[in-house]
Nanobody, 115 residues
Framework: QVQLVQSGGGSVQPGGSLGLSCAAS????????MGWYRQAPGKQRELVAR???????DYADSVKGRFTISRDNAKNTVYLQMNNLKPEDTAVYYC?????????WGQGTLVTVSE
């Protein structure tokens, strides 16, 4: 009932910046939260940043002070601005909408941080 389409991603050098977008369509009324997760090869998917319906936010310790989650209600879009990127940020990033009995995922986009 909810479709999430991501855009952004790519390759940057350490210290660079990159922005991700996630546009939602369908029955998106009152999600419990929306957020960004990432998964590196051989590792489990982990929470990067999450925003509640009241715009409260939660960040992984590894990205605090560097990443910012935001949303534009008029465009039904959630964003992740990533600054001062590090090689360990390299992963496939996924956006997520959470509901009481269901959740939806974007298709994922690769972020590579290297020289």
């Amino acid at each position: 009932q909810v479709q999430l389409v991501q855009s952004g991603g790519g390759s940057v050098q350490p210290g660079g910046s990159l922005g991700l977008s996630c546009a939602a369509s369908g029955n998106i009324f009152r999600p419990h939260g929306m957020g960004w997760y990432r998964q590196a090869p051989g590792k489990q998917r982990e929470l990067v940043a999450r925003m509640g319906n009241s715009r409260n936010t939660d960040y992984a310790d590894s990205v605090k002070g560097r990443f910012t989650i935001s949303r534009d209600n008029a465009k039904n879009t959630v964003y992740l601005q990533m600054n001062n990127l590090k090689p360990e940020d390299t992963a496939v990033y996924y956006c997520n909408y959470g509901y009481f009995q269901s959740e939806y995922w974007g298709q994922g986009t690769l972020v590579t941080v290297s020289e």
